[in-house]
């Protein structure tokens, strides 16, 4: 093995763990904007039990939130560094793989294919690398540890019940802020109005 294909295998083996790593946090769908459902008149909650309290799915739904649109900001930089190097993202994923199983001279890729990869695989590793920082920032933003995230996350993944508990408590919160706005509007048309009464009174 040449120290070019060498040199590639390495940088391709780091790239693929940050993948990993980055690769979990965009799992989980916007939830937000799914519409309301009718009040039912029995909780249907009321005898489910999970591993997390309600504040803390919460906190997550909106750290997730944040870090979905992290994710697709950096996708696309990646994407369009990427393209800078004259490859497609896609052209790219296979000369990683390629790499990863040690298949780069099997004369699938061309030499400033190659060449290319082995030019912007760095600069790929350094975003990712940078995409993980502020993921992490945000989550902790949030009082919320890196390991306690991905753990819920993962639990989300794979239980379709929690993922509808989850849209359940966003759609509840999204309910009672409009109430609590109405509430508080209603109580400021009733205050401007017993302004006016004592003003035509005092007039």
């Known amino acids: 093995m040449s120290f070019t294909t ?65 994710n697709r900001q950096s996708q696309e930089l990646i994407q369009e560094t990427v ?27 061309t030499s400033e294919e190659i060449e290319a990869f082995n030019a912007v695989a760095p600069q790929v590793t350094n975003l990712q690398r940078e995409n993980q920082t502020m993921v992490q920032a945000l989550v902790e933003d949030y009082d919320m540890s890196m390991h306690d995230y991905r753990n819920i996350l993962m639990e989300f993944r794979r239980d379709r019940e929690l993922q509808q508990y989850v849209s359940h408590l966003a759609r509840e919160r999204a309910r009672e802020a409009i109430l609590e706005e109405r509430r508080r509007e209603a109580e400021r048309k009733m205050e401007e109005e017993r302004q006016r009464q004592e003003e035509e009174e005092n007039n």
Do not use: H
């Open 83 to 109: 393209e800078g190097f004259g490859l497609s993202f896609e052209r790219f994923q296979q000369i990683s793989r390629a790499a990863q199983m040690g298949a780069l001279q099997d004369g699938a890729f």
């Open 6 to 70: 060498m040199k590639i295998n390495n940088i391709t083996k780091y790239f693929f763990i940050f993948l990993m790593i980055t690769g979990i946090t965009v799992a989980l769908p916007v939830m937000a904007q799914e519409p309301e459902e009718k009040e039912e008149e029995e909780d249907p909650w009321a005898d489910v039990e999970f591993p997390f309290d309600d504040e803390t799915l919460l906190t997550f739904f909106d750290a997730n939130q944040e870090v979905s649109a992290l």
